[in-house]
């Protein structure tokens, strides 16, 4: 771990850009849509705006058309514009599920 200027602790691990990423496609039950696969997950945990929104199109572009990217935020307002930059990304925006002091999101890439 290390410490970042204003004293927060930062997690470090695997990076796609700056941000932790789980790489190997893993099975999710989601609320709604039942047990979907996600092929990459952001960690988006202790970042403000725009960065989630950043590396969920960064991770957009690594998947193939139709494959899942799990967002991990504890964002509000990052949360809440992942909706609304799906559809001008040609994608859509599955579900976003509430969790223990975070949200995951789940998007589809293409339409």
Not at 9 to 36: F, N, S
Request: hydrophobic share 45%.
């Amino acid at each position: 771990m290390f410490f970042s200027w204003f004293g927060k602790k930062r997690r470090t691990g695997k990076r796609i850009g700056m941000q932790t990423a789980i790489m190997e496609p893993h099975a999710v039950d989601v609320p709604g849509l039942g047990m979907v696969i996600v092929a990459r997950t952001v960690n988006c945990i202790g970042d403000g705006c725009p960065k989630p929104q950043l590396l969920t199109l960064k991770a957009l572009n690594l998947v193939d058309e139709g494959e899942i990217v799990e967002l991990i935020s504890d964002n509000p307002t990052a949360v809440e514009t992942i909706p609304a930059m799906m559809l001008a990304a040609y994608g859509s925006h599955l579900a976003t599920v509430r969790g223990d002091g975070c949200w995951k999101v789940y998007v589809r890439k293409g339409v």
